[in-house]
RNA sequence: GCUCCCUUAGCUCAACUGGAUAGAGCAGUCGACUUCUAAUCGACAGGCUGAGGGUUCGAGUCCUUCAGGGAGCGCCA
């Protein structure tokens, strides 16, 4: 049930009657005719801008078509009045009676907020996608919780969604990984070693390296590369995998496939994928332009198989070979999207991190050649996060291998004020995360206060049935009653959420789900306090059970909307904290 | 030099994708706890939306020039 479609029907309606009695031409375009929240409560319940979005088309001045169309939507009865305003806005009041509806659809309607914007389309999500190296760090941690957020708006707003993580274990950082874990693992046998520049130094291969003895015990000792890279390369970013995975888990993240970098290789999918290019005319023989302005001292012309990105809209064409004939990194990512092109998704998402900003636009070259433009892909970016402690800068040197883990970070703050946290932002903007303002619970931290609001329900809720009262919903869908102002607020805030999913998911943008919880949260403490001044205002009338049943459906209707917008983030809905 | 992102109140951020007088929290000042959970609420104060030009009924939002910050720029991923 969204009163904002409803009500722009009703918009839509009037205006067909007002082209049949030839107020309005015919043949106009409806398409940008908006209702929707004013922005100041006091302009009405809602507005809308068709009279301005037709003046020009149908030449009339726009307060001439709203004085038109105000009289043939107050004869609806869901509207009670209309009025025109400013430049030719119509503020409209609904009755009464459309905001207890709120109420008792959210009780009675499990699908309340669910939207079928996306009338099942598929859509892959690809997110996270960090190298099997070793941990998740603090980097990933904001694209994993805004990815696995998007995935479960778009899931909410009727899309199928596939949670993907992209493994990148065919490239040389996983041989370097090998490397490293063969030297862990000569000093599981009592050697001395030296972690030179180009090896991870970290602490989390020791382990990896001990595991290694157990499993071949001397086999590796004294062998040269050859004998053992391989291996120690497929046990090694296993063993990474593991450690992500758990990381994950920790950090609430779901994912429904992994696609590994190495399938590709040696099966034919990176040469067809190739080849599909090459049948459009898209793949040449060339030297590419140096880099202008920063010249690399060793720079000299090589030719190299070239992929004619510009003609999708690149800046310049992209290398799949390099000189010696190998594939480049962007050849098996290729073939990754060429893949996911072939599983019939009709919408592609990636979101990378800000490192990768340079990478989108030939991505999108190569989702567009290899699809024929069929595919849209949308490529986010997660700006980079500078986490704090009491406002200094904690260091996070992967090179150095004291990086911040998101592990640790969960253990510092806890996940649910992470994700809260992260996604109170827009993904594109850089992040401040200050762990010791993230761990205080007070208004400065919104999570604490949405949290909050939900356990004042359902320990009001736990009071009335301590009283013998009936609080399942359909009882209180039954009595729900609006009886103040600050009531019917509340119901308006409602009202917003399912017309509010549909626009985060439009735009892939789950932080405005973390918005629109605090304002329904405001809205509904400011209610909440009332009952302080004055004991009818309490929702809990002891020995009353129809008029606290009539109070409490408005604020157990709060308590159900904000559960769906913190699963939709990932957050737990606690009902108590003390 | 080129590409992409960012710049809004003292601070951290919104602004429903072009709508009306740009809003919240924190910090500041004042007020409210023998609580249906004060992890809260109310009030005051705080702005040339980095600067200039353009597009139109209407611009924080779109185009353009410039300034400042960030990320990246063949044979790394």
Same mark, same amino acid.
């Given at each position: 049930m969204n009163l904002f479609a409803q009500t722009r029907d009703l918009v839509l309606a009037a205006l067909d009657e007002l082209v049949e009695e030839r107020v309005l031409p015919e043949g %106009?375009?409806?398409?940008?005719v908006a209702v929707e929240p004013p922005r100041d409560a006091a302009h009405g319940d809602m507005a809308t801008n068709a009279a301005m979005v037709l003046a020009k088309l149908a030449k009339m001045k726009p307060r001439d078509i709203a004085e038109a169309l105000a009289p043939k939507l107050t004869a609806?009865?869901?509207?009670e009045s209309a009025e025109v305003a400013g430049p030719g806005f119509l503020n409209l009041r609904l009755a009464h009676g459309s905001w207890t509806k709120i109420v008792e659809a959210v009780l009675t309607?499990?699908?309340? @907020?669910?939207?079928?914007? @996306?009338?099942g389309a598929k859509v892959n999500v690809e997110y996270v996608?960090?190298?099997?190296?070793?941990p998740l760090h603090v980097g990933h941690t904001r694209g994993a919780v805004f990815g696995d957020a998007l995935a479960s708006l778009l899931d909410y707003a009727g899309y199928d969604v596939t949670r993907e993580y992209y493994i990148s274990?065919?490239?040389a950082q996983v041989d370097v990984l090998a490397r490293s874990v063969y030297l862990r693992y000569l000093e599981a046998h009592g050697q001395e070693v030296a972690f030179e520049d180009g090896t991870y130094p970290g602490d989390y291969l020791i382990a990896v390296g001990a595991a290694l003895k157990d499993k071949v015990?001397?086999?590796? %000792?004294?062998?040269?590369?050859?004998?053992?890279l391989s291996e120690i390369r497929d046990f090694a970013t296993e063993a990474m995998m593991d450690l992500i995975r758990h990381d994950l888990k920790l950090l609430g993240v779901q994912m429904d496939t992994f696609f590994s970098e190495?399938? %590709?290789? @040696?099966? @034919?999918l990176i040469e067809s994928a190739i080849k599909s290019l090459d049948i459009k005319g898209l793949i040449y023989n060339g030297v590419l332009e140096p880099?202008?302005?920063?010249?690399?001292?060793?720079?000299e012309p090589r030719e190299q198989t070239l992929f004619k990105s510009t003609e999708h809209g690149d800046d310049v064409d992209r290398p799949?070979?390099?000189?010696?004939g190998a594939w480049t990194y962007f050849a098996p990512d290729i073939a990754y999207h060429y893949d996911k092109v072939q599983r019939d998704y009709d919408m592609l998402i990636d979101v990378f991190g800000?490192?990768?900003?340079?990478?989108v636009k030939r991505m999108k070259a190569a989702v567009s050649a290899l699809s024929d433009g069929k595919t849209p892909l949308d490529i986010k970016l997660t700006q980079l996060v500078k986490l704090l402690q009491n406002g200094e800068p904690l260091k996070m040197s992967k090179r150095a291998g004291t990086f911040v883990t998101a592990a640790d970070v969960v253990d510092m703050v806890g996940r649910d004020a992470i994700r809260f946290t992260m996604l109170t932002?827009?993904?594109?903007a850089p992040l401040d995360f200050d762990v010791d303002v993230v761990r205080?619970?007070?208004?400065?931290?919104?999570v604490f206060y949405v949290q909050y609001a939900h356990a004042r329900v359902q320990s009001v809720i736990a009071k009335a049935q301590a009283e013998?009262?009936?609080?399942s919903d359909a009882a209180l869908a039954q009595a729900a009653r609006l009886d103040h102002d600050a009531d019917v607020a509340v119901a308006k805030k409602l009202a917003e959420w399912p017309r509010l999913v549909e626009i985060a998911a439009k735009t892939n943008e789950p932080h405005k789900i973390a918005f629109y919880l605090s304002e329904l949260t405001a809205k509904f403490n400011t209610r909440y306090s009332m009952g302080r001044d004055s004991d009818?205002?309490?929702?809990l009338q002891i020995g009353n059970t129809s008029e606290s049943q009539a109070k409490i459906a408005l604020i157990r209707a709060v308590a159900v909307v904000l559960s769906a917008g913190l699963g939709i983030l990932g957050v737990s809905a606690p009902d108590e904290m003390r």
């Open positions: %106009l375009d409806f398409a940008n609806a009865s869901q509207i309607d499990s699908r309340f @907020g669910r939207s079928d914007l @996306g009338q996608s960090a190298n099997p190296t070793g274990d065919g490239g015990g001397d086999a590796y %000792l004294d062998k040269g590369e050859q004998y053992w190495k399938s %590709l290789y @040696g099966t @034919g880099p202008k302005g920063k010249k690399p001292e060793d720079w799949i070979k390099k000189s010696d800000a490192d990768h900003g340079g990478y932002r827009k993904n594109d205080q619970t007070n208004n400065d931290n919104p013998g009262m009936d609080m009818d205002m309490k929702f």
